[in-house]
């Protein structure tokens, strides 16, 4: 999927659901000019959200601090303080806990700040924004980004704010690479990314089903197999998960998610279904309505439209299918209608 079949609005909105942050009415300036492509969108949110940081509060934690000092607080390190002969100026070495910003998750926000202005990837505005960000963050100390650094973070209560920030910088971590060679820098293609784009469009029909579909029960789940085997079987049955489930009281649904270029293939001239998509979903529908309350279950085929649009309602072995394909090159209140048709009671 080409970076221009998905309007840069569009782009955030879908990262904003998959991350689980999307906030009703909000107002962004996403032009094609301030972002021409999904890094430099990432780019702008990090910067945008910096700012807004600093306009509610930045986080901060305690700090372990050892310094020579004059005047003694926290815990005094003797044993150092006499090696480095500290007492003979009237100093002592203490050890004492302070409040500070410095902490692991603003050291990623500055140095992926710092990482995206060494690159010629980013539009002069919003290279302008991210100057700004890396000026509020004058005093947090730079690291080198790693995996290790990210999976430090501990979210709470008191900065879970920073999820969408962290998310991020995460994303524009695992997809900016260097050049071995020249040194330079250049950014996978995230849209064409067989891995991390699918499951982003999971998520992004989850969370947008949790949202706008208040009366259901939207969930992920395991269904079992039906059948009779023995426990060595047990352990080589792949498993069945879904991408989302919704349970009303009156109607059960089951979706499975396939960010594809095309929702169909050609074979001898003909346009056909994937087939392994249908055994998929078929096999979801069979197993899952042997449990109470699901006999009835329907089974919804999701894809992004590119190349075919399809919208087909079939009954197979008893349960109903729809087959839909949502074109996320519209105007967001279309794409949301749409969805809410599809998912509605």
Known sequence: MAKTEIPIANLYYLLAYSWDHFVEGDEVDLSAVVCPDIHNLLAWVLASGIRRLFQRGI???????????????GRILIAESFRHLTPRTGRMICEFDELSPDTIANRILRSTCDQLLRTDLITQEVRKSLRNGQRLLAGITPIALSSSAFQKVRLHRNNRHYRLLLQVCRMLFDTLLAEEQSGQRRFQDILRD????P??????????ARQHCPTARVFSERIRWRG????????VLPTMLTDVSINYAARKMILDCKFYRDALVTRHGRHRLHSAHLYQLNAYLQNKAEAPGWEHVEGILLYPAVQHRLDLSFRLLGHSIRIFSIDLDQPWPTIEQQLCQVLSE
């Open 59 to 73: 986080d901060r934690s305690y700090t372990a601090i050892e310094e020579k000092t004059p005047r003694l607080r």
């Open 194 to 197: 067989e891995v991390r784009m």
């Open 228 to 235: 009779e085997w023995t426990e060595q079987t047990e352990e």
């Open 199 to 208: 499951q982003l469009f999971e998520n992004f029909v989850l969370n947008f």
